[in-house]
């Protein structure tokens, strides 16, 4: 966490596409994945330029025989809970492992066999890195939590218990998909504000929400909380999320215990987990408190708040059916940085235990949706067109108040820092494809 | 789900505590759980009078060899979710099955092989008997939702969507525990409304609240909804819930996304799941519903309505450290009946799937607390004390606006039917300990 860099940091692999500029995916990054090769098992492996080094097969024929068994025997699993649980320290050595491996200047002989394990990126079919217990979703952007308050209450858009209380509600671990699964247009009960009574049908405000998520490495016991300073070693790594909602149908729904059939009907995530270590050196304190907010109560106020945030800029995209059609490129409609939120993830983990709650190997803790202050920067639809009130105009001449069907999202996400690598997480995609009828 | 009774109804046992009146485990109950003897792993079972049948025995000495495979199988698991896989036709021949082997009259010589499956109840320690993946809780009780905000919102008690939605959150699946499971007291932040800031300590209003849970079965694919017709031959079965709430955070943190932290640090569940087919007799038409109540929207609306609610009797007793130490018995604070939801199990199932959430096999859905119309049926102290207001007496002379360090809570259930054997859910139990403070 500290920022300082080590001499790896200034390695290039013998993977060229790794050591190309803005690429991603360099020698220091290798972040984790699964995905599947015909009718196999899915195996694990590690994004390096524009392949996947195959965990699996590498395991297999021996290439990682210096490391402990149990990290050997994780990375033939078919997600990488096993590998989270063999902590810090096997990550870090099966990390050191490969970056040798594929480094420039590796063993010649070697290399051979590691050439063996490579697969092309293109074309992947990826799966659900990681088997999610139990998903978390909090609220950590205030200017999300703003922007989204002013809609509803002009006079008080922020809660009062925002700046003490790193709000979040418990998510749907069933209904998480990984990237490039179309999202259904779900159906569900919605009210005008002029209709006396709701109907059922197709969500009308169907959105999408830009998220980081942090995956759990190390939980802790029923009723044993993890201190704050001990949170932020507890998250193996980070992912890009979708928290699909629908609008219309969380307005109605959501008074008096909050979101529920608006947002269960699907969540994407990337298919790459970035670990913390490849993130270290793009800690920064974070930006969003201000002069005069409160302290944060003890139980949240880490020692190093030089290092809590991470600057990631994240990104959303959008490509319509008819824009796909022209040969139009997907249009940027959102671009903001995670350090802009109010609580960091070490909050996060710290808030959700200090009752006694239990964290697994494997839960997923969503930041909320990321906007920044300005105006490019709103990481929803609800926000952007202050709920369809100032629709979007897309290339082709389309608008936009909330998704159409056959409409892709996109984000994105990467750490820049001038002299090092460009670390990236890779895509989280979703088509919506129309509503279908309850079946008989 | 008709009522009618085969004669099975009429059969007794050669266990001969499953035959005494209100025993709760006659041979037509049989109810499954899982339990641990020594160091083994856990082993399920079926409980019946005053012993428990042990499954993983039972297929091994080969007592369940006319069973499909995947039935055997599934017996010698460790949860019962294999067995909730083979669907209603494998479980029902398994029922039919062990009640043979069990009823008076049952073949002699194999009498003796079932003999030696059987354990004594007494002293067991049980298992949580289901892989919970996915825990929703929902808020069917019309009359615990009007209490409650009635508290709050004197003018308008109700939510204008209340009559419409069955209202639910999602759970948290990782901190669900036992019966008997000491339950820690949680810390949390609170703010009085006189205090200018929150602050972090024990929560001092700590809560139980009275619920049923139905279990999964088979569950659905992401995108298809489970029609209502079809929703109640989903549910396995049926088992007591104690949602312990942290009223004062729950207070200050459940705006703008629902409680959190305030339930999360345990929930209870009962190590008996009754079957939907036990409980058959006990199917009724459900009772909140009143005259001029919106009719259910069609996705909501079962054709059997007469046949929608259950007729279960649920019960909250407590006891403090005092009382124990005195030798007196645990006192009664609320007799309910799950007939007064106002939001049937199946209408829980078919409104959690109406926008393609996926359910799985396992997944719990709670009924949230069930309170009845009248002073001797509310289902937590809040409604119960009214916030505190008007604080319960026990026999010691002490007084309980919210729950103590010691107290111990027992929820209890049971079927009755005119000229039938008492069907019993048996106890779902826990008690107060301490708060500890965080790890270093």
Redesign the interface.
Known sequence: MSGVLDESWTWKSWVEAANVAGCGFPLQNLPFCAFRMSDQQPHLGVGIGDRILDLHAASRIGLLKRLPKEVRFACRATYLNDLMECGDAGVARLRRALMAMLAEGADETQKEAVHRSLRAMEGTVFCKPVAI??YTDF?ASIHHATNV?RLFRPDQPL?P?YK??P?????????I?VSGTPV?R????R?LPSAE????GPSRQLDYELELGAYVGEGNA??????ID?AERRIFGYSLVNDWS?RD?QA??????????GK???TTVSPWVVTSEALAPFRVEMAARAEGD?RP???LAATDVQHAGISVQVEVWLSSEAMRAKGMEAVRLCAANARDLYWSFAQMVA??T???????TG?LLASGTISGPGDGSRGCLLEMTRRGAEPVRLPTGEVRSFLEDGDEVTLRAFCEREGLPRIGFGECQGRIVPA?L???
């Not at 779900?186 to 009960?189: A, E, K, L, S, V």
């Not at 200090?354 to 964290?359: A, E, P, R, T």
Request: proline fraction near 10%.
């Open positions: 217990g139990d609220y308050g809660m218990n003490w209380v709000i979040g509600y418990h998510g749907r671990a069933s209904s998909v259904v779900p159906q569900g009960q009210k009574a709701p109907e059922f029923l009723g044993y909380p993890i201190a001990d629908a149908v109605w729904e959501y008074q008096p215990l909050g979101p529920f059939l269960n009907f699907a409160p109560l003890e139980y808030h959700h200090s009752n006694g709650c239990n964290l697994e839960d279908r309850p079946t008989g």
